[in-house]
C-alpha cells in the first residue's frame, strides 16, 4: 500500500488504519460521532493527500478542458475553482473532479484516489486531439503533492494564523490563493470543502509536508483542532448531499441522472463528450433519479440496499447510507424511479428483508454553513 507523508503522524497518533485507494488511510482517531461533532462544532484536519493532481497546460489546455468537461472551463478566471464531471463517452461519468485556473495557460486538477489512472488515460487520449502530451503539457503530480483539509467553523481563523501575507476571509468560495503558508512559498489555500462546515485545502509539496503538520498544530491548539479520519468525513459529506464516487456516480450513472445539470452546460456551441444524449436527457427527462430519504422509523440505511414503494416493489436502490450524528435518525441516497423523487414522497428501505419507512427529502439534510 502507499502512504501519505503524514502517515507516521497518524500511526503516532492512534489511528484505526485501512486501505483506501490503494493508500493505508486514517478511518478514525477518537470515534466517528466524536470526529464528526468537532469538524462541526470548532475545527478538524483531513489527511487528503491520496486525492489526484494533474497539471493541464499550454496554449490548448482550455480546449481540452472543454472538451473533456460537463462543465465550461471558459467561464473561469485566475484564482477561480470549477466542479466539474468527465463524460465517459457512454453516458456515464469517469470522475467528478475540481478545475483550478492558475492562469489562461495553466490548469490544475484534482481528481479522485480511486480515479487517477483512469483519469490520467482518458486525458492523454483525448489530449491527442488538441496535441497536448504526456509529460509536457499533461503532467500527472498526483504522488508530489501533499493537500490537508481544514474543516469547520474555526478552521480559517486557524489557518490565518500560518498566512501572513494573505487575507484569508477575503477568499470566496470556490476559490483560492497560492501563498506562503508555515514559511512554505508557493503553497495554494483554496475553500471549496466536502463537509458544509466551513474551512479550506492546503496544498504543498511532499518535502514540506512535515513543516506544514507541526505548525499547522501548533496554531490550533487553542482552538481545540482535532485529527478526522475518512469515517467522518463520509458521514459530514453524506449530510450535504454531496456525491461520492463510486457508491453515487460512476460509469453507469449520467450527471443529469445524479441532480449535477447545474454542472452540465449545454448551451453555446461547445462540443463536449457526450453532449447530444446529456442535451437530450435535460430536455425530455430521464428514468431514474439521485435522491436524499431519511427514515421514519428506526433503522440505518446501508449502500446496496434496495429501495420500495409502498406496496413493497422496488423502485431503486440505496448508494449511500449512515445513521446521521447531526440528526440523529438514518439518512441515505439513492436512486429512484423519477415518479418517487418529488419531496415528501413515502418510501421504504428494506433492510435484512424488512421495510423500514422512509420518505424522499430535499438535500441537503442539514443546512450549509
Not at 476559490?175 to 489555500?189: H, L, M, R, S, Y
Amino acid at each position: 500500500m502507499k502512504t501519505t507523508p503524514f502517515t507516521p503522524y497518524h500511526i503516532r497518533n492512534g489511528a484505526r488504519m485501512a486501505e483506501f485507494a490503494s493508500y493505508d488511510m486514517p478511518i478514525e482517531f477518537t470515534g466517528i460521532n466524536d470526529e464528526h461533532t468537532a469538524v462541526r462544532a470548532r475545527a478538524g484536519v483531513f489527511d487528503v493527500s491520496h486525492m489526484g493532481e494533474i497539471w493541464v497546460k499550454g496554449p490548448r489546455a482550455l480546449d481540452l478542458l472543454r472538451y473533456v468537461g460537463s462543465n465550461d472551463a471558459a467561464s473561469l478566471y485566475d484564482g477561480k475553482i470549477q466542479y466539474s464531471c468527465l463524460p465517459n463517452g457512454r453516458g456515464g461519468i469517469v470522475d467528478d473532479i475540481l478545475v483550478y485556473r492558475i492562469d489562461a495557460e495553466t490548469y490544475l486538477l484534482v481528481v479522485n484516489a480511486a480515479n487517477v489512472e483512469k483519469d490520467w488515460n482518458h486525458l492523454v487520449a483525448a489530449g491527442e486531439r488538441f496535441g497536448l502530451r504526456p509529460g509536457r503539457e499533461l503532467y500527472n503530480a498526483s504522488d508530489e503533492i501533499a493537500q490537508l483539509a481544514v474543516q469547520g467553523p474555526l478552521a480559517m481563523r486557524i489557518v490565518q494564523r500560518l498566512c501572513p501575507a494573505a487575507d484569508l476571509g477575503k477568499l470566496a468560495y470556490y476559490t483560492f490563493v497560492k501563498t506562503e503558508v508555515a514559511g512554505i512559498a508557493d503553497a495554494i489555500v483554496s475553500v471549496t470543502g466536502y463537509t458544509g462546515a466551513g474551512g479550506c485545502e492546503i496544498y504543498v509539496a511532499n518535502e514540506d509536508a512535515p513543516r506544514l503538520w507541526e505548525a499547522l498544530w501548533q496554531a490550533g491548539e487553542r482552538d481545540g483542532l482535532q485529527n478526522i479520519g475518512l469515517g467522518a468525513r463520509d458521514t459530514l459529506r453524506l449530510e450535504m448531499g454531496y456525491c461520492l464516487y463510486g457508491n453515487d456516480i460512476d460509469d453507469t450513472t449520467s450527471p443529469v441522472e445524479a441532480g449535477l445539470g447545474w454542472i452540465t452546460k449545454t448551451g453555446g456551441d461547445r462540443d463536449f463528450i457526450d453532449r447530444p444524449l446529456l442535451e437530450r436527457q435535460k430536455r425530455e427527462g430521464v428514468s431514474r433519479r439521485l435522491v436524499g430519504f431519511e427514515l421514519t422509523e428506526r433503522g440505518v440505511p446501508r449502500h446496496g440496499y434496495r429501495l420500495s414503494d409502498a406496496e413493497g416493489r422496488a423502485i431503486g436502490s440505496v448508494t449511500s447510507g449512515t445513521m446521521s450524528p447531526t440528526l440523529k435518525k438514518g439518512i441515505g441516497m439513492g436512486y429512484v424511479e423519477t415518479a418517487y423523487a418529488e419531496p415528501g414522497t413515502p418510501i421504504a428501505v428494506v433492510i435484512r428483508e424488512k421495510p423500514v419507512a422512509a420518505r424522499i427529502v430535499k438535500l441537503p439534510f442539514i443546512p450549509n454553513r
